[in-house]
Nanobody
Framework: VQLQASGGGLVQAGASLRLSCAASGFTFNEYTMAWFRQAPGKERDFVAGISWRGSGTVYADSVKGRFTISRDNAKNTLYLQLNSVKPEDTAVYYC????????????????WGQGTQVTVSS
C-alpha cells in the first residue's frame, strides 16, 4: 500500500495550489479518503474527507469555502484544491484512507501517506 502526496510548495498568502495523493496497492474506490495537516509543534488536524465515489464531503471549519476535496477513481488519485491560502495554512499535509470513515478522527484511518509541505508567506 502506498499513498504518495505531492503538490506542496512555498506560496504567498491569497494564492492557490492543488495537492495530489496517488494511491496504489489497494482498491482505491473501496476506500474513503481524507486530508490532514500538521503544523510545527501542533497536533495533526483534520482538513477534509470524501466518500467512496465523492458524493459525500466533510470539511474543517477553518478551511470551509476555501479548500475543495475531490477524487478521480479512474486515476486512483485524491486531490485537495487550496484557494485563498493564509499563513496559518502552513503545515505538512497528509492523505489517509479508510474503508468507511471520512471524518475527523485520525485513529480510525487505515493507511497514511508521507506528507507534502505547504508554506504560506504573508
Amino acid at each position: 500500500v502506498q499513498l504518495q502526496a505531492s503538490g506542496g510548495g512555498l506560496v504567498q498568502a491569497g494564492a492557490s495550489l492543488r495537492l495530489s495523493c496517488a494511491a496504489s496497492g489497494f482498491t482505491f474506490n473501496e476506500y474513503t479518503m481524507a486530508w490532514f495537516r500538521q503544523a510545527p509543534g501542533k497536533e495533526r488536524d483534520f482538513v477534509a474527507g470524501i466518500s467512496w465515489r465523492g458524493s459525500g464531503t466533510v470539511y474543517a471549519d477553518s478551511v470551509k469555502g476555501r479548500f475543495t476535496i475531490s477524487r478521480d477513481n479512474a486515476k486512483n488519485t485524491l486531490y485537495l484544491q487550496l484557494n485563498s491560502v493564509k499563513p496559518e495554512d502552513t503545515a505538512v499535509y497528509y492523505c489517509a484512507a479508510d474503508v468507511v470513515h471520512y471524518g475527523p478522527f485520525s485513529d480510525k484511518y487505515k493507511f497514511w501517506g508521507q506528507g507534502t509541505q505547504v508554506t504560506v508567506s504573508s
